[in-house]
């Protein structure tokens, strides 16, 4: 029989707790309906796009600022996106306006405006007469979180017609940089959950960009590379519900907007590791270093014996590194044996690093684009079916993810043919593999240097460092030609472009005053001919003219005219530099 004495406290006990339980509950409900309300006249800023990663911090002030002087006019926050120069004019009757969102792989990372694959598809595009503006928020180190934010508290004010998606490369290193810290995901990736879940959560722990920054992101914990944790598994899986969400959130508003997206899959290089490079051997060498990568462009560019006259050997470094995991891959393809060489590669290209979209990313951008019924520019296999024996390699990347500019114009008229099917307009006349083509005939057809030469098409002053960088070499070089030759007065003013734009008219006053010196600078030799035979590199010359004509149309035309008169490039073309003053901004004040 029951001890009535006992169970009645027992009784009351549970009573108890399911009171306070229930009162519990129904008490934090009410402060998080609360805190929600709250958040309705406070929001608490982006949630999602919150990061422990320096560069990827986003600013607490107007993402989009008036010029003055330039009724209408808007341009981003200093460092929010990588076209620091960007400006924004009223939308034009008739013009067709492109936004494109994506990592450093769209903004540009090392070449430079002009010569983006999002410049491309604009030129393309555009070819027939029509007026196409592409505004490229590309930004280094974003990630879609981060993407998803700026787009919905910009685009009310960009006015797209169309916004192309191309994004994957970012998205796990916030995520492995804060499992490192820890030591393990369960907590970091439930602390992230609560966070976005729970507007409680976010009052109590408010994580709000950082202030006091001018640029908006400096730099809170690490940007160190993380290394592999080993549970990527997981950090995997919220990666990529993370990306779902965010292109749900940006379909969302492109349709309040009234703009059609077009989602693109993410290649990558196939052929490049960080640190236990093929070329890492040559560590130090600069000048050996030089004379590979030289040699092994032009070899891709069609010169069969390039590889032939090299003093150095490509093959030492890995034949002689037993740890290197891709020696057995690098073999091979110096060696003539591709389809062995393809094969180690694939095998080999998990080692590196998660700063590039993989497989399991790709098939994610697919599947979530297919389900919310967004076209899919398919670049990743379109760039696997172009290269040779499968791999995409050096001749349309610089290192892991970053295009060169031939990688440009074949992704550029890709995404170009899409999005004219996407919004039934004529497609370009060029399909990509012909758009290459003629690039590659043009470079092919020069009779100097193919690597440093082929970089003047569009590409900044700091591809060589780049290399120098990616390569493994430890040190920053600046290679811009010889101290006051054209090339070197070409990339000082493609740089000094770049810095400026029509709230800044000194810089774009120094850019013009560069590429007019360029134009008008004395004749380089031909290699091999004798040294009295000077002539002006062809395709440079129409590129400096081009760029000059270029500025003169733009919205600061008005303002250079003024100050050189009406035939500014015929006095750049004769050695007159109509805007030469000791005032002008210098590529060292960068």
């Given at each position: 029989?029951?001890?009535?004495?006992?169970?009645?406290?027992?009784?009351?006990?549970?009573?108890?707790?399911?009171?306070?339980?229930?009162?519990?509950?129904?008490?934090?409900?009410?402060?998080?309906?609360?805190?929600?309300?709250?958040?309705?006249?406070?929001?608490?800023?982006?949630?999602?796009?919150?990061?422990?990663?320096?560069?990827?911090?986003?600013?607490?002030?107007?993402?989009?600022?008036?010029?003055?002087?330039?009724?209408?006019?808007?341009?981003?926050?200093?460092?929010?996106?990588?076209?620091?120069?960007?400006?924004?004019?009223?939308?034009?009757?008739?013009?067709?306006?492109?936004?494109?969102?994506?990592?450093?792989?769209?903004?540009?990372?090392?070449?430079?405006?002009?010569?983006?694959?999002?410049?491309?598809?604009?030129?393309?595009?555009?070819?027939?007469?029509?007026?196409?503006?592409?505004?490229?928020?590309?930004?280094?180190?974003?990630?879609?979180?981060?993407?998803?934010?700026?787009?919905?508290?910009?685009?009310?004010?960009?006015?797209?017609?169309?916004?192309?998606?191309?994004?994957?490369?970012?998205?796990?290193?916030?995520?492995?940089?804060?499992?490192?810290?820890?030591?393990?995901?369960?907590?970091?990736?439930?602390?992230?959950?609560?966070?976005?879940?729970?507007?409680?959560?976010?009052?109590?722990?408010?994580?709000?960009?950082?202030?006091?920054?001018?640029?908006?992101?400096?730099?809170?914990?690490?940007?160190?590379?993380?290394?592999?944790?080993?549970?990527?598994?997981?950090?995997?899986?919220?990666?990529?519900?993370?990306?779902?969400?965010?292109?749900?959130?940006?379909?969302?508003?492109?349709?309040?907007?009234?703009?059609?997206?077009?989602?693109?899959?993410?290649?990558?290089?196939?052929?490049?590791?960080?640190?236990?490079?093929?070329?890492?051997?040559?560590?130090?060498?600069?000048?050996?270093?030089?004379?590979?990568?030289?040699?092994?462009?032009?070899?891709?560019?069609?010169?069969?014996?390039?590889?032939?006259?090299?003093?150095?050997?490509?093959?030492?470094?890995?034949?002689?590194?037993?740890?290197?995991?891709?020696?057995?891959?690098?073999?091979?393809?110096?060696?003539?044996?591709?389809?062995?060489?393809?094969?180690?590669?694939?095998?080999?290209?998990?080692?590196?690093?998660?700063?590039?979209?993989?497989?399991?990313?790709?098939?994610?951008?697919?599947?979530?684009?297919?389900?919310?019924?967004?076209?899919?520019?398919?670049?990743?296999?379109?760039?696997?079916?172009?290269?040779?024996?499968?791999?995409?390699?050096?001749?349309?990347?610089?290192?892991?993810?970053?295009?060169?500019?031939?990688?440009?114009?074949?992704?550029?008229?890709?995404?170009?043919?899409?999005?004219?099917?996407?919004?039934?307009?004529?497609?370009?006349?060029?399909?990509?593999?012909?758009?290459?083509?003629?690039?590659?005939?043009?470079?092919?057809?020069?009779?100097?240097?193919?690597?440093?030469?082929?970089?003047?098409?569009?590409?900044?002053?700091?591809?060589?460092?780049?290399?120098?960088?990616?390569?493994?070499?430890g040190t920053i070089e600046h290679d811009l030609g010889p101290d006051g030759s054209a090339l070197a007065l070409a990339f000082a003013g493609n740089r000094l472009h770049d810095r400026g734009s029509v709230a800044e008219l000194d810089w774009l006053e120094a850019a013009a005053s560069s590429w007019c010196r360029a134009l008008g600078s004395p004749l380089k030799p031909i290699p091999g001919e004798p040294p009295g035979d000077l002539v002006m590199d062809p395709l440079l010359a129409i590129e400096l003219q081009s760029n000059l004509e270029s500025l003169l149309r733009g919205p600061a035309g008005n303002h250079l005219r003024d100050l050189a008169g009406p035939d500014a490039v015929e006095a750049c073309v004769a050695g007159r530099d109509p805007w030469h003053r000791d005032a002008l901004p210098k590529v060292e004040d960068i």
């Amino acid at each position: 029989m029951a001890d009535s004495s006992s169970s009645a406290p027992r009784r009351s006990a549970a009573r108890t707790a399911l009171f306070v339980g229930v009162a519990t509950f129904l008490g934090l409900a009410a402060v998080e309906g609360g805190c929600r309300v709250l958040e309705r006249w406070l929001p608490p800023g982006p949630v999602e796009a919150r990061s422990a990663v320096g560069f990827q911090q986003l600013p607490d002030t107007p993402l989009l600022r008036p010029i003055e002087g330039f009724p209408g006019w808007l341009r981003p926050a200093p460092g929010l996106i990588d076209d620091s120069s960007l400006v924004i004019p009223p939308k034009e009757d008739g013009e067709l306006r492109i936004v494109t969102l994506g990592g450093s792989a769209v903004g540009g990372w090392a070449v430079a405006r002009r010569a983006t694959f999002s410049a491309v598809m604009g030129q393309a595009m555009g070819a027939d007469g029509g007026d196409v503006r592409v505004i490229n928020l590309g930004r280094i180190g974003y990630a879609s979180a981060q993407m998803a934010w700026l787009f919905e508290e910009m685009a009310a004010e960009l006015e797209p017609d169309l916004v192309l998606v191309v994004m994957g490369n970012n998205e796990r290193h916030d995520l492995a940089v804060e499992v490192a810290r820890e030591g393990r995901a369960e907590p970091v990736l439930r602390r992230r959950e609560l966070f976005r879940l729970s507007a409680l959560a976010r009052r109590l722990r408010p994580e709000r960009p950082i202030h006091g920054d001018p640029d908006g992101r400096a730099g809170v914990g690490s940007d160190d590379p993380p290394t592999h944790p080993p549970d990527l598994a997981e950090i995997d899986a919220y990666a990529h519900a993370r990306w779902r969400r965010s292109l749900r959130r940006i379909a969302a508003m492109a349709e309040v907007v009234g703009a059609p997206v077009l989602v693109g899959t993410v290649a990558a290089n196939h052929r490049y590791r960080p640190a236990k490079h093929e070329w890492n051997f040559l560590e130090g060498d600069a000048w050996a270093l030089d004379e590979v990568r030289s040699a092994y462009f032009r070899w891709r560019y069609g010169d069969e014996q390039a590889l032939d006259s090299l003093t150095v050997d490509p093959l030492r470094g890995p034949s002689r590194d037993a740890d290197y995991p891709c020696a057995d891959a690098d073999r091979a393809w110096y060696a003539g044996e591709p389809t062995q060489a393809a094969q180690a590669y694939a095998a080999c290209f998990a080692d590196a690093g998660l700063y590039r979209a993989d497989d399991a990313m790709n098939a994610v951008i697919r599947d979530e684009a297919q389900a919310l019924g967004l076209r899919v520019a398919d670049v990743e296999t379109a760039l696997h079916q172009r290269a040779e024996h499968g791999v995409p390699d050096y001749d349309v990347f610089y290192d892991y993810c970053h295009y060169t500019p031939r990688g440009n114009v074949f992704v550029g008229h890709l995404l170009a043919a899409e999005a004219s099917a996407l919004l039934g307009r004529r497609p370009p006349a060029l399909d990509p593999a012909a758009a290459e083509a003629r690039h590659v005939r043009l470079w092919t057809q020069l009779p100097y240097d193919h690597v440093r030469f082929a970089s003047w098409l569009g590409v900044s002053a700091d591809v060589p460092a780049l290399a120098a960088l990616r390569y493994g070499e430890g040190t920053i070089e600046h290679d811009l030609g010889p101290d006051g030759s054209a090339l070197a007065l070409a990339f000082a003013g493609n740089r000094l472009h770049d810095r400026g734009s029509v709230a800044e008219l000194d810089w774009l006053e120094a850019a013009a005053s560069s590429w007019c010196r360029a134009l008008g600078s004395p004749l380089k030799p031909i290699p091999g001919e004798p040294p009295g035979d000077l002539v002006m590199d062809p395709l440079l010359a129409i590129e400096l003219q081009s760029n000059l004509e270029s500025l003169l149309r733009g919205p600061a035309g008005n303002h250079l005219r003024d100050l050189a008169g009406p035939d500014a490039v015929e006095a750049c073309v004769a050695g007159r530099d109509p805007w030469h003053r000791d005032a002008l901004p210098k590529v060292e004040d960068i």
